[in-house]
């Protein structure tokens, strides 16, 4: 036989979907119980009509009243009993954007706490309803007894759940959600809410209005900002506050970020509102327009939603360059906070990167300064891309009258190789060590050539670590020695320590990237430090060969090198060998 048939829903597995899947805690049910009576207050829509909700909650149970717009009996079969079946939305839509519910689910959430969900309702000029539903998928419906139009819901808690009845934790759940609601919402007749949205722009003087974010501020966040940014976009009908974190805040932590839909609490924990760069805000919102995942618990990922991000991105970037212009002390004062996020920001943000550029101190071999100040003094970038190189090469590229940029803090590379694309006419260079050593003077020849038996001996001591000796004269004479190394030079280094340990097949592998060994690590002796000319003095080999191994080992300490086992070990025979020709021994006496 064929014909139509409906599905039946066992109400036990979509309770188990909704609390183990759904929603993230059975603490929910408060606010779906919450939002449907706000929505019954607004669909009334009579002026005169009292806006009142009122809750009572004992341990046992919960009672949620609403003065709303109420249940015919025929609306009570439609929409109650059928799951999935709202009164809120329209073939259209239209509805959307005025009520909060949607989905036609939010009542099973009081099966998370209970077995047995009561409601007795009134239409206007019509009898009341009672309706009671139970978690094993059963309802009823009788006459009841109501003098006045709205809705009355009633729950007995579930053995085990009475927690989520307890009227402490029944009164903060409802502030929580509802602290924005601008009617009165009472919990066992204190008020939760009331207070309407903390930035409106009421008649309150500007500076009452700041004092009063401030403080929430400090409620919702447990400190007091940095600065209130307001937050306006009219598309999501969307207004709120970024507060500017007083600390540096991880950027790797985008949640905190307090939603509201139509005033109630959708998250405290949205991640994707604002973009990833704005790590330095927190913001607190109210949306009329953005719509919630059907758990209620973030924002559903449309293109409203990427077009309020970037909105919300546009007003703080406007803050930042609004306050570059009228408080640079304070902007370098959030510089000092919160550079990374900035930083990261300037990476694909021209305005950005020009805040970095004029405000932004970098560290120099000549002092911190901003890199604008940088290219202004010596007409172009130079840097060193690692903040190791930096601290091989700072003082005596300060010798050779070379001033250079540490780029090895986070994003400083990038930005200032990206300084080169804003402005064509800065040369931005990289210093490498390599280069540096070209621009040593060589040692007169005759002088090298009368130091050639020196030059060997010392050669040999640091052959078997992959180093190659050199001499040249160079400032300042207090500097006996450099060990050089190259990015490139390092890698093929490691590269070739590798190969020695492999297999043989895998040893061709790595042969392969191996180019000639032209580029060894140098180590660079200055003929102008009297320390290395009488070393070169030394007529035994054997004493040089130790005084340049202490001169390998102190280079590598000072360019914090890493120390490999044969450094070590060379390191280690050099001390002792020196030590044992300081201190006179028994040998000696004799
Ligand atoms: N307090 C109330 N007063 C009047 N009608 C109500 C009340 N509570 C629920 N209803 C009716 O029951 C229907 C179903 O409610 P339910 O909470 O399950 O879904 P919803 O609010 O429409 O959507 P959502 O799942 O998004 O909350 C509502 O659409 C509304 O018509």
């Given at each position: 036989m064929s014909g139509q048939r409906t599905f039946q829903v066992d109400l036990r597995g979509v309770v188990d979907l909704l609390s183990?899947?759904?929603?993230?805690?059975?603490?929910v049910y408060v606010r779906e119980l919450m939002q449907n009576a706000v929505d019954a207050v607004t669909a009334?829509?009579?002026?005169?009509a009292p806006r009142r909700i009122s809750m009572v909650a004992d341990g046992r149970g919960l009672v949620v009243e609403d003065t709303g717009i109420g249940l015919t009996e025929e609306q009570v079969h439609e929409f109650?009993?059928?799951?999935?079946?709202?009164?809120?939305?329209?073939e259209l839509g239209f509805a959307r954007h005025e009520f909060?519910?949607?989905?036609?689910?939010?009542?099973?959430?009081a099966f998370l706490v209970a077995d047995e969900v009561r409601v007795v309702t009134r239409a206007e000029g019509r009898p009341a309803v009672a309706w009671t539903g139970r978690s094993d998928g059963t309802y009823g419906i009788g006459p009841a007894e109501r003098a006045e139009t709205g809705t009355t819901v009633t729950l007995a808690a579930r053995a085990g759940a009475e927690q989520w009845f307890d009227p402490t934790t029944v009164a903060e759940l409802a502030a929580l959600y509802g602290?924005?609601?601008?009617f009165e919402v009472t919990v066992n007749g204190a008020a939760?809410?009331?207070?309407?949205?903390?930035?409106?722009?009421?008649?309150?003087?500007a500076g009452q209005r700041r004092a009063d974010l401030v403080g929430y501020a400090q409620d919702v966040l447990g400190t007091t900002p940095f600065d209130v940014v307001d937050l306006d976009v009219p598309e999501a009908a969307l207004t709120g506050v970024a507060f500017v974190l007083p600390f540096p805040a991880n950027?790797?932590?985008?949640?905190g970020n307090r939603v509201h839909l139509k005033r109630m609490l959708l998250s405290e924990g949205v991640a994707d509102?604002?973009?990833?760069?704005?790590?330095f805000a927190r913001v607190v919102v109210d949306s009329g327009e953005l719509r919630p995942t059907a758990s209620r618990e973030g924002l559903y990922a449309d293109d409203l939603l990427d077009r309020t991000r970037e909105a919300i991105g546009e007003q703080l970037r406007g803050w930042l360059v609004n306050l570059e212009r009228t408080d640079p002390r304070r902007l370098t004062k959030f510089l000092g906070v919160h550079h990374l996020g900035v930083k990261a920001l300037a990476l694909h943000d021209d305005d950005m990167l020009r805040l970095v550029d004029q405000w932004w101190p970098v560290e120099t071999n000549t002092g911190r300064m901003t890199t604008a100040e940088f290219r202004a003094r010596h007409g172009e970038l130079r840097y060193t891309a690692t903040a190791d190189e930096f601290r091989q090469l700072a003082g005596v590229a300060a010798a050779q009258g070379l001033a250079v940029i540490?780029?090895?803090?986070?994003y400083d590379t990038e930005l200032i190789e990206r300084l080169a694309d804003l402005d064509p006419t800065t040369a931005v260079t990289r210093l490498s060590p390599t280069d540096l050593a070209t621009r040593f003077d060589a040692v007169d020849p005759e002088v090298e050539l009368g130091l050639r038996g020196f030059l060997g001996t010392a050669q040999r001591a640091v052959d078997g670590l992959g180093c190659e000796v050199v001499l040249r004269a160079f400032d300042?004479?207090?500097?006996?020695?450099l060990f050089l190394v190259d990015r490139d030079a390092a890698f093929r280094a490691e590269l070739r320590a590798t190969r020695e340990r492999a297999d043989e097949l895998w040893a061709g592998v790595l042969s392969?990237?191996?180019?000639?060994?032209?580029?060894r690590p140098q180590l660079v002796l200055n003929h102008r430090s009297p320390l290395v000319r009488r070393v070169c003095a030394l007529g035994d080999p054997a004493a040089v060969a130790l005084a340049v191994e202490a001169l390998y080992g102190q280079a590598l300490l000072l360019g914090h090198h890493p120390i490999r086992p044969a450094d070590a070990a060379l390191l280690n025979r050099s001390f002792l060998g020196l030590l044992e020709r300081a201190v006179p021994g028994e040998d000696s006496d004799r």
């Open positions: 183990h899947h759904l929603y993230s805690s059975p603490r009334r829509g009579d002026a005169c109650l009993a059928t799951i999935g079946r709202s009164s809120k939305r329209d909060l519910g949607q989905f036609g689910i939010g009542l099973l959430s602290s924005m609601l601008p939760v809410t009331g207070g309407g949205l903390p930035w409106a722009r009421d008649e309150r003087p950027p790797a932590d985008r949640g509102l604002v973009p990833d760069w704005a790590f540490n780029g090895g803090y986070t300042p004479p207090s500097t006996p020695v392969a990237f191996d180019k000639p060994t032209d580029d």
